[in-house]
């Protein structure tokens, strides 16, 4: 029998494939209001600017670069221009003292996916935009994007850290491997942002496909890494999930400042400051950029959770 979520998710992404689509939904009032609410705007005073506000609020802050698809080494050299531009605003702005606000980089937009030597362009231009982080006194996460590539992103976390321990690894609960990878990346000063796994349109037999056994994955990998000895990041806005991970983390006598809860900017802002003010850690990632890409990246928001298209149109002003 059809899953009428299932279909939906799936409708939904083949919808973020379709330009024409996307025209007409940009143009759309309800739509244009949604994406506003879920990116910062589109360029590095909008991110900084966004990421100062939450700062304010109590909140820490990861910034996003949404680029142009990076179809050239110097397209892949623009976008990371663009990670050192906002490295640089962050600072000026103070926002980089003690890793309040971070840049997470997508490889893809430094050059992994080009035919020739993507690999290593990716590295060198993630690199840069690691040492630019180090002399801003914040830190750099690496977004998971694809689930097929885990071993090829980690290979680069790995690499990163031998000069920056402090690059942030991310993993997917959804893949039945992560538990696993929790127990490897759980080390003294490893910093792993724990996300379920974004929507997918494909089944996928190295993947969970029920969201029951996803939120079980996700409690066993939280487990290991708050009984670890790393700096757990939980990615998640499932209440439960927040609720169980704070339990364990009671449990192992986590000190408040050795771990963090992460949320999206524009999703469920007011639990984000409920945590804030409960002395809890929560950072917001925040996308900014290209007005191109606002559209696939706010129908993914869309494929995880159809009701947030209600949701963000219902919701006030507590913007981020
Ligand atoms: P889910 O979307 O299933 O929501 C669970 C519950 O949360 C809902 O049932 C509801 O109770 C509550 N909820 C959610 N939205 C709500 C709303 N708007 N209002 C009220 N309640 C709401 N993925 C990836 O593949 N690679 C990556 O690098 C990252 N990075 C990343 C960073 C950060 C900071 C976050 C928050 C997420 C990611 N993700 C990601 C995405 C992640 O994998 C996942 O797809 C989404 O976070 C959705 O999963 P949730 O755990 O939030 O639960």
């Not at 080009?114 to 690691?130: F, H, P, T, Y």
Request: aromatic content about 4%.
């Amino acid at each position: 029998m059809i899953d009428p979520r299932a279909a939906l998710r799936q409708g939904l992404l083949g919808l973020g494939r379709s330009d024409s689509v996307r025209r007409v939904v940009e143009r759309a009032p309800v739509s244009r209001a949604a994406l506003q609410r879920l990116i910062a705007g589109e360029d590095t005073a909008a991110g900084v600017a966004a990421a100062t506000e939450l700062l304010a609020s109590g909140r820490l802050a990861t910034v996003s670069f949404l680029g142009e698809d990076t179809v050239d080494v110097a397209q892949a050299s623009r976008n990371r221009d663009a990670h050192l531009a906002m490295l640089r605003a962050l600072q000026e702005a103070g926002a980089t003292q003690r890793g309040a606000a971070e840049v997470s980089i997508k490889l893809s937009a430094v050059g992994r996916a080009l035919s020739e030597d993507g690999a290593k362009v990716a590295l060198d231009n993630a690199r840069q935009i690691c040492e630019a982080a180090a002399a801003a006194g914040t830190t750099v996460t690496i977004d998971m994007e694809d689930p097929t590539a885990v071993d090829q992103t980690l290979e680069v976390v790995r690499d990163l850290r031998a000069d920056f321990p402090w690059v942030g690894a991310v993993l997917l609960a959804d893949l039945r491997r992560t538990e696993a990878d929790c127990r490897d990346l759980a080390t003294a000063g490893s910093r792993v942002r724990l996300c379920k796994g974004a929507a997918h349109s494909q089944p996928d037999s190295a993947r969970f496909e029920d969201k029951r056994d996803v939120r079980l994955s996700y409690v066993r990998c939280a487990k290991v890494l708050l009984e670890g000895k790393g700096y757990p990041m939980l990615a998640t806005h499932d209440a439960d999930l927040i609720d169980v991970a704070r339990s364990l983390a009671d449990k192992e006598l986590r000190a408040p400042e050795s771990f963090e809860f992460q949320m999206f900017f524009g999703i469920r802002p007011e639990e984000q400051l409920r945590l804030a003010q409960a002395g809890v850690a929560v950072r917001v990632y925040v996308p900014y950029g290209d007005r191109s890409r606002w559209y696939r990246y706010a129908v993914h928001r869309m494929a995880e959770r159809p009701a947030d298209m209600m949701y963000v149109r219902r919701s006030g002003s507590t913007k981020g």
